[in-house]
């Protein structure tokens, strides 16, 4: 409990600075009202006081909680790591769809590592998510990690890490692992306009993990970190994409494309103006792309008519992109440099287990 | 306590600071508007430049020094009044043939007040400059190129999309495997003063509202200046009107990328030849113009259709059959014979077609070309059951002759029914 009031205590100083250098009158906004805003990141992964012991063993101090997604974001194969902060005894509150409602002053931090030949952990980076108590309003920032791996520090450029890495069969792959800019960040975790996150909603987090070996929702129920939650049981689960077992093939892929797609491919998203709509609970055809005409895709569409032609992944655009690496053609823009072969089989085999239909 | 007030007041103050400033202010006269920052960079500074627009405050502007700079992409998210300038669009060049990833070399998302000027971006793996969700828009003095037309070349040069008050003046765009300046989803849009070239489609209005395209030249594409709705958008376009461009020897083949299918949407269905076509769009004015020398339809007006969309798409954001259209004092004229790559394309082989099956019908035609305007002649009787002549307002007022033909697009793979017509009585303005 100590060190986890240090780390309240350590955020809390970083506001109370900056509400202090605003009143020095330093204008850092032109236009707008109220837009002062109030968290400072720290420079350093280390200044924050997650972690006991070696940072890189990510060994949370306590106020620090780990959780697991039920189908993740696929990251050119990297291990991730996720932890909540919540401040002081505040709690998240229960939304059915979305993301969770967070107290201000929420941290999440994500963790991106790869496995190297010789089976090590090998950081790269590590992202932030705050929710500044100023204007109640989602921040990021990366954190690049050394060489010595002792520490990360503030990074908002983006950075092109060469690596090499066992993918999820061990069979070594070289990529120029993209860490993204802050503006990155910004196109895929932001919802009309306003950033948010995008793996904590409750359907994604509503199951066992291993770590855990309980249900997750129910553990943050059980230690007061959440309210609003149903029984547990009535809450909506979103299928493990690659748990064939459990799940149809059909709820796999949907689920798939929920996590790796609908944060643009939405509404309120980057890639509205697409028409293609991806999120497991969208019904309506042409949303989903099949035999759907492709908007401004250009040459992204390999020449193909539509994103989804049904029993024909070949001929399937959206397929297309997921298996190229171009620039210009490849789904999604960011965020992956090499081809998810177990994702795009699935797709595949998902389309092509469609009733075949063609247009007109 | 004291502190937070003293914060609001600060906000308070700026927030009147705003006022004023957007009272003065539009996109007009953007350029006498004072920013809060300025920020100057020369070549060799691209890492701080990245990190400027990563940064950015509101009102700031930025100035590019004259010079080469590379890029791997740059973007700007959330700001207010935004200003990025070089020093002439032969002098500040920006090239992001070093592309490593996104869809684009520069893309600004949300930002209420940007501008862009006075210098050329080329050679981008995706788009060159797109502009999503934003408003209060200027895009002037700026050449947009790809070095070579192809397919290899993104797709839109110029892009701004579900964005709001545009302007785009005095720009030119090269090489775009789609559309040179395009237009997407948008409403209060002028392009004007510009030129295309070299392009599958010059400049594209698409799904937008309340468009002006006027004094701008769009040549050597492979069609000049489109007008387009696509189905399940965010909105229906409309209320567009060109006129005193001047549209001329748009023949070049279409190199949109093709697949095994061939490609069917979009600017794909553009035939080389092509100086003007509105699709599946309503309340179109085209008017002074001079449309020179497109080889096989000085104007085409057709319906979703005649491109193989499905009544089933029709709902609020889309009607496929083309409503409004008025077609007057343009100079329409046409060379002697179809351009090579329209043999090669689907749309411009029935083109070709129906120049032929006119002739064949009419020997009194002395093989003429093609007429000036072809229409598809899918109307509203197809989902009315209707009979009307002229259904939906289709209204040319145009001198000469060989104006117009009624394609009969509905027939067009039924020999036996298929008539194409050059009786355009129903389609003279009242």
């Known amino acids: 409990m ?18 202090l250098q605003q009143c020095k009158g330093k204008p850092s906004t032109g236009s707008d009202a109220p837009r002062q805003t109030g968290f400072e990141f720290k420079n350093k992964l280390s200044d924050y006081g997650f972690f006991k012991g070696a940072i890189k063993e990510l060994v949370p101090n306590s106020g620090v909680v780990r959780y697991e997604l039920h189908t993740p974001l696929f990251t050119d194969y990297t291990v991730k790591d996720r932890f909540i902060v919540l401040p002081g005894d505040s709690q998240m509150h229960y939304v059915s ?8 002053a929420t941290v999440i931090i994500k963790n ?22 100023a204007d109640h309003e989602w921040k990021v920032m990366n954190y690049l990690w050394n060489k ?45 306009g306003a950033l948010m996150p995008i793996g904590p909603k409750a359907r994604n987090l509503n199951f066992s993990p291993a770590f855990l070996g309980s249900n997750q929702l129910a553990d943050w129920v059980n230690r007061h970190m959440i309210t609003g939650v149903p029984d547990v049981s009535t809450v909506e689960q979103l299928p493990a994409w690659n748990d064939a077992q459990h799940y149809t093939l059909e709820q796999r892929a949907r689920a798939y494309l929920d996590v790796n797609c609908a944060h643009c491919h939405t509404r309120s ?55 190229s690496t171009e620039p210009g053609t490849a789904m999604p823009e960011l965020a992956r440099t090499v081809i998810h072969k177990e994702g795009v089989k699935l797709i595949v085999d998902w389309i092509n287990a469609m009733p075949k239909r063609t247009a007109k | 306590m004291n502190r937070i007030f003293k914060n609001n007041w600060y906000g308070l103050c700026i927030l009147v600071l705003a006022v004023l400033v957007s009272c003065n202010g539009n996109t007009e006269k953007e350029t006498q508007e004072a920013y809060i920052h300025e920020l100057t960079f020369k070549p060799g500074e691209e890492a701080r430049v990245l990190e400027a627009l990563l940064t950015i405050r509101d009102s700031t502007s930025i100035l590019l020094k004259a010079g080469l700079y590379k890029f791997d992409n740059l973007s700007i998210v959330k700001a207010k009044q935004v200003q990025l300038k070089g020093e002439g669009r032969d002098k500040t060049i920006l090239d992001f043939s070093a592309q490593s990833q996104g869809g684009e070399g520069i893309r600004i998302t949300d930002v209420t007040g940007f501008s862009i000027s006075d210098m050329t971006i080329r050679d981008s793996r995706g788009d060159l400059l797109k502009i999503n969700k934003s408003r209060d828009i200027v895009v002037r003095e700026l050449n947009a ?91 229906r376009g409309g209320h567009v009107k060109a006129y005193d461009n001047y549209l001329h020897d748009n023949n070049r083949i279409n190199f949109a990328k093709a697949g095994s299918f061939g490609t069917s949407w979009g600017v794909g269905n553009a035939a080389p030849g092509s100086g003007i076509i509105i699709l599946a769009t309503s309340n179109v004015e085209l008017y002074r113009n001079r449309v020179i020398n ?48 329209a043999a090669l394309h689907h749309i411009g082989k029935l083109l070709m077609g129906i120049e032929q099956q006119l002739n064949q019908q009419d020997p009194g035609r002395k093989n003429k070309r093609i007429p000036l305007i072809m229409y598809d002649g899918i109307s509203t009787n197809l989902l009315t059951k209707g009979t009307a002549a002229n259904p939906d307002s289709i209204c040319i007022a145009q001198a000469g002759d060989n104006l117009f033909v009624n394609a009969d697009f509905l027939n067009i793979e039924k020999p036996a029914l298929w008539k194409p017509s050059t009786d355009m009585a129903a389609f003279i303005c009242k």
């Open chain 2, 145 to 235: 190129i790809w070095k070579t037309s192809d397919s290899t070349s993104g797709g839109y040069a110029i892009y701004p999309v579900l964005c709001k008050k545009i302007l785009v003046e005095n720009c030119y765009a090269e090489g775009a495997s789609d559309a040179g300046i395009y237009i997407g989803q948008s409403d209060s849009a002028v392009v004007r003063h510009c030129k295309a070239a070299k392009n599958v489609a010059g400049c594209e209005i698409e799904n937008t509202t309340n468009a002006e395209v006027y004094n701008n030249e769009f040549y050597d594409n492979t069609a000049g200046f489109l007008v387009f709705d696509l189905p399940g958008l965010s909105q």
């Open chain 2, 294 to 341: 497109n080889n096989s339809s000085a104007i085409t007006i057709a319906s979703g259709f005649a491109v193989g969309e499905t009544p089933d798409k029709i709902n609020d954001q889309y009607f496929p059959v083309s409503k409004h259209i008025r077609i007057y004092e343009n100079t329409l004229e046409m060379g002697p014979a179809f351009p090579g790559p």
């Open chain 1, 148 to 192: 010595e791996q002792t520490d990360a520090v503030k990074h908002i450029t983006g950075a092109r890490v060469p690596i090499r890495f066992l993918d999820d069969r061990q069979v070594p792959v070289s990529t120029i692992y993209q860490v993204p800019n802050t503006n990155d960040c910004k196109r895929c975790h932001t919802q009309e």
């Open chain 1, 112 to 133: 991106f590592a790869y496995t190297n030949e010789q089976h090590q952990k090998v950081m790269i980076e590590t992202r932030l998510l705050v929710k500044d108590p």
């Open chain 1, 2 to 19: 100590r060190t986890y009031q240090m780390i309240a205590a350590g955020i809390l100083a970083g506001f109370g600075m900056l509400l």
């Open chain 1, 97 to 104: 769809r979305g993301p969770l409602q967070f107290p201000d």
């Open chain 1, 269 to 323: 998203g980057d890639a509205y103006n697409t028409g293609l709509f991806l999120e497991y609970e969208q019904k309506d055809p042409q949303a989903l792309g099949i035999l759907k005409s492709p908007v401004s895709a250009g040459g992204g569409a390999g020449g193909l008519n539509y994103d989804l032609v049904p029993g024909d992944a070949t001929h399937s655009i959206l397929a297309y992109r997921m298996s």
